[in-house]
């Protein structure tokens, strides 16, 4: 009986062992059924996501000693099949030469786009829609625990400008333009799961069109907003040591103390350089998409973090893939951007009383400033007493 | 607000006008990479 059993478990472990779905990669295939081709075991393998050892493929591009004559049957063109030149382009294993004038126009098939497209449907788009999610409910919840944060003892009546029309303009340049940017980006990444299946291939061309025109052109809106902005605030948003006791007292958001702060609090300078750091990088990516295969970046870039951290990031990259780069990291850093301005937007709409009226008409009450921008209130009117403008 | 709806609008006129400006410094997304020296099917 013990050894029924025994003899059962060695069976039952023996065949696991020679199970493929427990090796690393597939045993070796027998392939002279399809005189060496790729066969079903080979595909299966690959859908089950096993390491395939492609030399099969990638070394099987003909022997021109050996070649059927091309008056034959299945003749070949005078040494290799099409089949072994598609094998050997597919592989890099020629020097193409073409008549197409332009760049990249050599480059005929690119695995590597499938990995691209894997990432770009799958985890950017799946992780950077949930974040967006995310930061709604999460300053949904803030908003339902916290409510609206009052100026303490109500408005004085007494206004003081707060923002000049210049910098207002500059804020609304950038704020309009990544608005735009940010509405159209998503139509392009999003469209095709999300609004196609509700309003159709019909509807959604046009709007897929139109968002394309739309995110190419304004993006010029975008960069020079961002150019103006961080020439008329980057002077105010140096941190400084008020900026540690600021965020040491939750910035006031916990609890009712308003720590000191000049004309930006700590708060407002981490927003400042998130949108000037993820700001730029962004323009950079969206230059290089905007200018195909003219303006590889990538390459280069993970040179330098290779030899900055000792990585082994990819720097021979085919001109296809610098703008699959390009793409994943632009939509990455879009989505970070999106969270932090909603999280902005957020704070200077409906989660506080007063905040609003800094870049509506740039007029704040006096005792909204002097409870959140102590400080900067002290140098305008110290200025305007000596006669100087704010 | 008028100075936000000022913000918009010229983020729009700036859109409007790229591609405009774009094609005075040779950069046209129809023609870019076309040349005498090349074979035109069309």
Same mark, same amino acid.
């Given at each position: ?16 062992? %020679? ?122 919840? %803030? ?25 207002? %303009? ?120 905007? %200018? ?99 | ?42």
């Amino acid at each position: 009986m013990n050894l029924k059993i025994f003899s059962a478990v060695v069976f039952a472990l023996t065949t696991l062992l %020679f199970n493929p779905g427990w090796a690393q990669e597939t045993p070796s295939v027998d392939r002279t059924s399809t005189g060496g081709a790729q066969t079903l075991e080979d595909i299966m393998a690959r859908q089950k996501q096993l390491e395939v050892d492609e030399s099969f493929r990638s070394e099987n591009l003909g022997d021109p000693a050996n070649a059927a004559p091309i008056t034959g049957p299945l003749g070949t063109q005078g040494g290799t099949s099409v089949a072994d030149d598609y094998r050997a382009i597919r592989y890099n294993k020629i020097d193409p030469s073409t008549q197409v004038r332009g760049p990249a126009v050599d480059v005929l098939i690119q695995d590597e786009g499938m990995d691209w497209l894997q990432l770009r449907e799958g985890p950017v788009l799946t992780y950077g829609g949930s974040a967006i999610l995310g930061i709604i409910l999460l300053l949904a919840l %803030f908003y339902f625990i916290r409510g609206k944060i009052r100026i303490a003892g109500g408005p004085s009546g007494t206004k003081i400008e707060r923002f000049k029309a210049i910098e207002r %303009f500059g804020h609304w340049l950038l704020a309009g333009s990544f608005i735009a940017l940010a509405l159209t980006g998503l139509i392009t990444l999003m469209g095709r799961s999300f609004l196609i299946p509700v309003i159709g291939h019909e509807a959604f061309s046009p709007l897929a069109i139109g968002s394309k025109w739309v995110h190419n052109n304004i993006a010029w809106a975008f960069m020079l907003g961002l150019v103006l902005t961080f020439v008329m605030w980057v002077a105010h948003n140096i941190p400084s040591k008020l900026d540690w006791q600021w965020i040491r007292q939750g910035g006031g958001f916990i609890g009712k103390g308003h720590p000191s702060a000049k004309k930006f609090n700590a708060g407002q300078k981490i927003v400042f350089w998130t949108v000037m750091v993820l700001g730029f990088s962004v323009s950079l990516s969206g230059l290089s998409l905007l %200018f195909p295969f003219e303006m590889p970046m990538f390459a280069s870039t993970f040179e330098l973090v290779n030899s900055i951290l000792g990585t082994d990031f990819p720097t021979a990259l085919a001109p296809h893939e610098e703008m699959q780069y390009a793409n994943i990291w632009h939509s990455i850093v879009a989505f970070l951007m999106m969270v932090a301005i909603i999280a902005h937007i957020y704070i200077g709409t409906v989660g506080m009383e007063g905040a609003y009226e800094a870049m509506g008409n740039g007029q704040v009450d006096l005792e909204w400033a002097r409870q959140h921008h102590d400080l900067w209130v002290e140098e305008v009117q110290a200025k305007q007493g000596k006669g100087e403008s704010s | 607000m008028k100075v936000m709806i000022a913000g918009f609008v010229a983020a729009l006129v700036i859109a409007a006008l790229a591609p405009v400006v774009l094609d005075q410094f040779g950069w046209s997304s129809a023609e870019r990479w076309s040349s005498e020296t090349s074979v035109r099917l069309d």
